[in-house]
């Protein structure tokens, strides 16, 4: 999956948000992004928004029993093992410019100007991947009630490991029973 050129998607993606105002990005949420994100899949009329699985059946409501695939796609990709794969979901993160600053200076409310914006901007434009992967960012986390930071390594990983997980549910099929494991919606 991994192995796909991903720059033309975010090209296209940095040319729809460019011509936003830049201090309207800066309250853009992940909700945003994934109605951008359909509409540049929608000509594929095979994908389901916010698909709702149970990832584990045994364990209760609110202690990981549910998940949410922001994009499920039917599509025709192999998996890890080489086998086709006809699913593809895609997981977003709302990692923010103002994010990556607060990692840049290593605390969650950093001063922040309109011209940093413009300069990180910039800056993340021309890095590699290998470069930009290990940029810190700093982001809210509800479960722990308080500030992480981490790397974008770190942050891929842990996606990663979600869409792994999510595939797996969804290729076990429709929920059936209470404790079942799979596809929650119809």
């Known amino acids: 999956m991994l192995e796909r050129d991903t720059k033309p998607f975010i090209t296209i993606l940095d040319s729809f948000f460019s011509i936003r105002a ?10 945003t992004l994934q109605v951008v994100v359909e509409l540049l899949v929608s000509e594929t009329r095979c994908h389901v928004p916010q698909l709702a699985v149970v990832v584990n059946g045994k364990k209760e409501h609110n202690s990981g ?26 997981e977003l993160k709302d990692i923010r410019l103002t994010s990556l600053w607060n990692g840049i200076h290593g ?14 901007h910039w800056k993340l434009k021309t890095q590699t991947e290998k ?8 982001y809210w986390d509800g479960d722990k009630d308080r500030s992480v930071m981490e790397t974008l390594a770190q942050t891929r990983d842990t996606v990663l490991k979600q869409v792994w997980r999510y595939l797996d549910t969804i290729c076990m099929g429709g929920v059936l029973g209470k404790l079942d494991t799979g596809i929650l919606d119809r």
């Open 107 to 120: 605390r969650f409310w950093a001063n922040l100007e309109l011209d940093d914006l413009h300069l990180l």
């Open 65 to 90: 029993r549910y998940g949410f695939a922001n994009l499920f796609i039917v599509s025709g990709l192999h998996d890890r093992h080489g086998s086709q794969y006809p699913l593809l979901v895609l």
């Open 22 to 31: 830049t201090w309207s990005q800066v309250t853009t949420t992940e909700a």
């Open 131 to 138: 470069e930009l992967l290990t940029q810190k960012h700093i």
